[in-house]
């Protein structure tokens, strides 16, 4: 339910002001039941800032009653009796967390943290087990650049792949991103790594994300990997400077980080697996043996050589191909699609999740190229494809 503020629960009196503005990146986490929480809830709801308040901790209740009773059929007095163990008699205006998100002005009543995830990952159940999940929620991703990385960071958060996220870039949303990237127009001129945390957080409000605002440079790249107290566990690599994806490998393999690349086109996914291989060849031995420093010495030419030697011209689509002979000329940049960068989300995704379970994923460069999967009308994989349902029907019927 949406309700005014002025139909939401009373705590206390007011001692503390909850700031919110335009730049605001983390939601504040309020517990009714701590005198401080409820003082500052009160304040809140005092102070004009609130634009709508969502309250639906009765039916999150229900849930997590029916999830952790599958069995069971609860519904009526039943399930009342289960939510009441649940709370242990606490009211529910006073149970979990209210979330206050300042960008939007609203005011979200949820389940404690555990409770949540419990909940909101259940239909993950039993493709990700509760244990495996657990584990997943332990871990921490890096992602750097938020274009094509926007879709991986999202669609991570969503599974529960990681409970910690480290979100890299220097730019803001510009009107021509919006035809690939999950945002609206009044996300205009925001940092991407702003709008990427705000999404993530409007998903799980209890995830930790840091965010380097200016992305990766000689001053941040090394403790952007070299924190020993929070060490990460996979990178998502999907900028586009090429002294960024060099640097960022050299970091990654010397601390044993594996990586992940979606290149948006074909539907190619790189794997380097650094945490099992630490000798292994940046690009898989594509790239040469230049470092880092020596690719940012690179006259433009030469770049540009570099990042198709990297890509492998031979293997991009015949539109990329065709595109790039014509950027700067009648094309402003190289082009990339929404579906294209969503399916790459969902390969990162996939890929990693089965990385940080340890499952069996080898280094190498994977394509699902949808084109060639989904052929055209008229070769004899169409026209199979659709006979099929006309003998999956006839089956039914003898």
Known sequence: ???????????????????????????????PCEPDDRAALKALLASGSVREVHDHIDEQLGELARCLRPGEDLSGDELDDAVQDLTDGVEPGHYGTWVWYPWSGRLVHLLPREQFRRVRTDRNRDKITAAQQQSLLERRIAVVG??????????CAMEGIAGSFRLADFDTLSLSNLNRLRAGV??????????????????????????????LTDHTIESFFD???????LLVEECDAPWVKTAAREHARRHRVPVLMDTNDRGLLDVERFDLEPDRPLFHGRAGDLSAREVRGLPPSDTLAHLLRICDESRLSAAMTDALSR??????????????????????????????????????????????????????????CAAAPRRATAGAAR
Request: negative net charge; hydrophobic residues 40%.
């Open 1 to 31: 339910m949406i309700n005014s503020f002025s139909d939401a629960p009373e705590f206390g009196p007011l001692t503390t002001p909850v700031p919110g503005h335009q730049a605001a990146v983390r939601p504040a986490l309020l517990r």
């Open 146 to 155: 938020l274009s094509v990385g926007n879709s991986a960071a999202l669609t």
């Open 186 to 215: 009044h996300d205009l001129g925001l940092p991407k790594t702003v709008l990427c945390a705000r999404q993530m957080y409007e998903i799980d409000p209890y995830l930790d994300i840091e965010l380097w605002h200016d992305g």
């Open 227 to 233: 924190d020993p107290e929070r060490p990460l566990d």
């Open 327 to 384: 950027i700067g000329s009648t094309l402003s940049s190289w082009p990339q699609l929404a579906s294209g960068v969503m399916l790459g989300g969902a390969l990162v995704t996939d890929t990693a999740r089965r990385i940080l379970l340890g499952d069996p994923v080898a280094s190498g460069r994977y394509y699902v190229d949808l084109e060639a999967l989904i052929a055209p009308r008229g070769t004899p994989d169409a026209a199979d």
